[in-house]
C-alpha cells in the first residue's frame, strides 16, 4: 500500500545516520578479528569467525549505500566519530571471553539492531528503497547472531557470566555517553569507573589461546605418513581442523594493522572465516570417525609457535602467503585421490577449499604490497621462500628430535583409525610424502 504522507528523512540526514552505523559495525568487527587469537573457547572462535565476515559484508553494503546517498568518498571513512571510536576501541581489552562476548553481544550488536529497526521506522521505504533492502539483510542476520551467541551463552558458567557484569555496565554507559549508535557523536571522554577505562590497548599476542580442555602437543602435524587409507582420511582431517592457527593469522592484521583501506578489511574477513570454514570441514570428518578434536588429535598453533613467536606477525605473513601458493595443486590432487579410494565427504571438503585458495593467494599479494610497497617482486619471493623453509625446517626438526608431543596422541590414533571402516576402494590409497620431513600434510594453508 503506498503511503499517502511517507516518513520524512532527508538524504543528509540518512548519509549521517548510516555513515555512523558503518564506523559502528566496521570497528566492532575489527575488535572482534583480533580478539579471536585472545579468545580460548572453540565455540566462541567458530562463532567469532563467521560473524566477522556478516558485519564486514554489513558494513561493506551500508558503506556504498552512503557513497550512493551525495557522500563524498574521502568522508566516509574519515574518523569523525571520535566518542563513539574510543569506545568501540576499549571492545578486545577484555579479561574473559565472557566479558568481551558479553559486550560485543549484549551491548555493541543490540544497539546497533535498535539502530537498525529505527531507521528503517523512520525512513520512507520508497524514497530511499535502496537502503531498506540493505538493513534489512542486516536485521535479518543480525538478529541469527544475536540468537547464535545466546546459545553459546547459556553454556557458559554463572560464576563467569556474572563477574562480566562490571564490564557490561561500563560498556553500556560509555555507549550512551557517546551518543550511541543512532545520533549525533558526544564528543565527550570515556568515563572512568574502578579503572575499568584505564585498561591497555588490546595486543595481538604471540601465542593463540587454546580450549583448556585440550590436550598439550607441539606439532598438529603428524610425525609420520599415514600408513593405511583410513590413516589419510584421519591425517587430512586433522590438518584441516588444525587451519584454526590460518583463520588467527589473517583476523589478527584487521586489528594489529590500522587505517588500511576498508576494501583489505572486507576481504581479509572472508579470508579469515574461509579459515575457519575449512576447521570446521575437519572438524565434521573427526567427529564422524569417532575422534574427539583436541583429545583424540592435537590443536595447537605451531606455525604461531615455530614463526610468530620469534619473527612476528611480518614473518607469518610471508610463510601464509608462500603456503597458499602450493594450496591449490595440493588441494586438487587431494580431492581425486579421495574421490577415487570412495570417499566422496573428504574428497568434497578439498575441493571447496581448492576453490577458497586462488582469492587468498589475492589477499595475501594485497598485504604484502601494502605493508612493502617498495620491496621489489624478487626480494618477496627470496623471503617467501626463507620463511616457509624456516617453517618446515622446524617442524622437520621438531619430528626428528621426538620433540613434536605426538606421544600421547599416536597410540589412540593408530587405534581408531585400525577400526574405521574400510575405503571402497582402498587400492587407490597414495600416501603424499615418505617421511615426516617432506610429507606434506600440515604445512599448507
Known amino acids: 500500500m503506498i503511503q499517502v504522507h511517507p516518513n520524512l528523512q532527508e538524504v543528509e540526514q540518512a548519509s549521517a545516520l548510516q555513515r555512523r552505523l558503518y564506523r559502528t559495525i566496521r570497528e566492532t568487527m575489527r575488535a572482534m578479528a583480533g580478539r579471536i587469537t585472545g579468545v580460548s573457547n572453540w565455540e566462541a572462535k567458530k562463532l567469532l569467525a563467521r560473524h566477522i565476515?556478516?558485519?564486514a559484508e554489513h558494513a561493506e553494503a551500508i558503506r556504498t549505500r552512503v557513497l550512493e546517498l551525495r557522500f563524498p568518498r574521502v568522508d566516509v571513512d574519515l574518523e569523525v566519530d571520535k566518542a563513539l571510536i574510543s569506545v568501540l576501541a576499549k571492545l578486545p581489552s577484555t579479561l574473559t571471553d565472557a566479558e568481551f562476548l558479553g559486550g560485543v553481544y549484549q551491548v555493541i550488536k543490540p544497539a546497533v539492531l535498535a539502530a537498525l529497526e529505527r531507521y528503517l521506522g523512520q525512513s520512507d521505504p520508497?524514497?530511499?528503497?535502496?537502503?531498506?533492502?540493505?538493513?534489512?539483510?542486516?536485521?535479518?542476520?543480525?538478529?541469527?547472531?544475536?540468537?547464535?551467541?545466546?546459545?553459546?551463552?547459556?553454556?557458559?558458567?554463572?560464576?563467569?557470566?556474572?563477574?562480566?557484569?562490571?564490564?557490561?555496565?561500563?560498556?553500556?554507559?560509555?555507549?550512551?555517553?557517546?551518543?550511541?549508535?543512532?545520533?549525533?557523536d558526544s564528543g565527550l571522554v570515556l568515563l572512568d569507573?574502578?579503572?575499568?577505562?584505564?585498561?591497555?590497548?588490546?595486543?595481538?599476542?604471540?601465542?593463540?589461546?587454546?580450549?583448556?580442555?585440550w590436550?598439550?602437543?607441539?606439532?598438529?602435524?603428524?610425525?609420520?605418513?599415514?600408513?593405511?587409507?583410513?590413516?589419510?582420511?584421519?591425517?587430512?582431517?586433522?590438518?584441516?581442523?588444525?587451519?584454526?592457527?590460518?583463520?588467527?593469522?589473517?583476523?589478527?592484521?584487521?586489528?594489529?594493522?590500522?587505517?588500511?583501506?576498508?576494501?583489505?578489511?572486507?576481504?581479509?574477513?572472508?579470508?579469515?572465516?574461509?579459515?575457519?570454514?575449512?576447521?570446521?570441514m575437519?572438524?565434521?570428518?573427526?567427529?564422524?570417525?569417532?575422534?574427539?578434536?583436541?583429545?583424540?588429535?592435537?590443536?595447537?598453533?605451531?606455525?604461531?609457535?615455530?614463526?610468530?613467536?620469534?619473527?612476528?606477525?611480518?614473518?607469518?605473513?610471508?610463510?601464509?602467503?608462500?603456503?597458499?601458493?602450493?594450496?591449490?595443486?595440493?588441494?586438487?590432487?587431494?580431492?581425486s585421490e579421495l574421490w577415487a579410494m570412495g570417499d566422496p565427504y573428504s574428497s568434497q571438503d578439498c575441493d571447496y577449499d581448492w576453490a577458497d585458495?586462488?582469492?587468498?593467494?589475492?589477499?595475501?599479494?594485497?598485504?604484502?604490497?601494502?605493508?612493502?610497497?617498495a620491496m621489489p617482486k624478487a626480494e618477496i619471493i627470496r623471503r617467501t621462500q626463507e620463511e616457509v623453509a624456516l617453517w618446515k625446517e622446524w617442524i622437520a626438526d621438531k619430528h626428528r628430535t621426538g620433540q613434536h608431543g605426538y606421544d600421547g596422541f599416536l597410540a589412540r590414533i593408530e587405534e581408531k583409525c585400525a577400526n574405521m571402516p574400510a575405503l571402497p576402494n582402498p587400492e587407490h590409497f597414495q600416501p603424499l610424502g615418505s617421511s615426516a620431513a617432506t610429507t606434506s600434510y600440515g604445512l599448507n594453508g
Open 282 to 335: 575437519g572438524e565434521r570428518r573427526l567427529l564422524a570417525y569417532g575422534f574427539d578434536v583436541g583429545v583424540d588429535v592435537p590443536m595447537v598453533p605451531d606455525h604461531w609457535m615455530g614463526i610468530c613467536a620469534t619473527r612476528g606477525l611480518e614473518a607469518m605473513l610471508f610463510v601464509v602467503h608462500g603456503l597458499e601458493q602450493g594450496g591449490p595443486k595440493w588441494k586438487a590432487q587431494l580431492k
Open 215 to 280: 590436550l598439550p602437543a607441539v606439532t598438529q602435524v603428524p610425525p609420520r605418513p599415514p600408513r593405511t587409507p583410513q590413516e589419510q582420511q584421519v591425517w587430512i582431517a586433522i590438518d584441516h581442523v588444525n587451519e584454526l592457527w590460518a583463520c588467527e593469522l589473517p583476523a589478527a592484521f584487521i586489528w594489529h594493522y590500522e587505517n588500511m583501506p576498508w576494501s583489505l578489511y572486507r576481504d581479509t574477513a572472508r579470508w579469515a572465516y574461509d579459515e575457519m570454514r575449512h576447521a570446521m
Open 53 to 55: 565476515w556478516l558485519d
Open 126 to 184: 520508497l524514497d530511499d528503497a535502496p537502503s531498506h533492502r540493505v538493513l534489512r539483510t542486516a536485521v535479518t542476520e543480525l538478529r541469527e547472531e544475536l540468537a547464535e551467541f545466546d546459545a553459546w551463552w547459556a553454556a557458559v558458567p554463572a560464576i563467569e557470566r556474572d563477574a562480566a557484569a562490571a564490564w557490561l555496565g561500563w560498556l553500556r554507559e560509555a555507549l550512551e555517553n557517546s551518543g550511541s549508535v543512532f545520533g549525533c
Open 357 to 373: 585458495e586462488a582469492g587468498h593467494i589475492r589477499y595475501g599479494q594485497d598485504w604484502l604490497k601494502l605493508l612493502f610497497p
Open 193 to 213: 569507573r574502578a579503572g575499568l577505562s584505564d585498561r591497555e590497548k588490546y595486543i595481538i599476542p604471540a601465542m593463540p589461546l587454546r580450549d583448556p580442555r
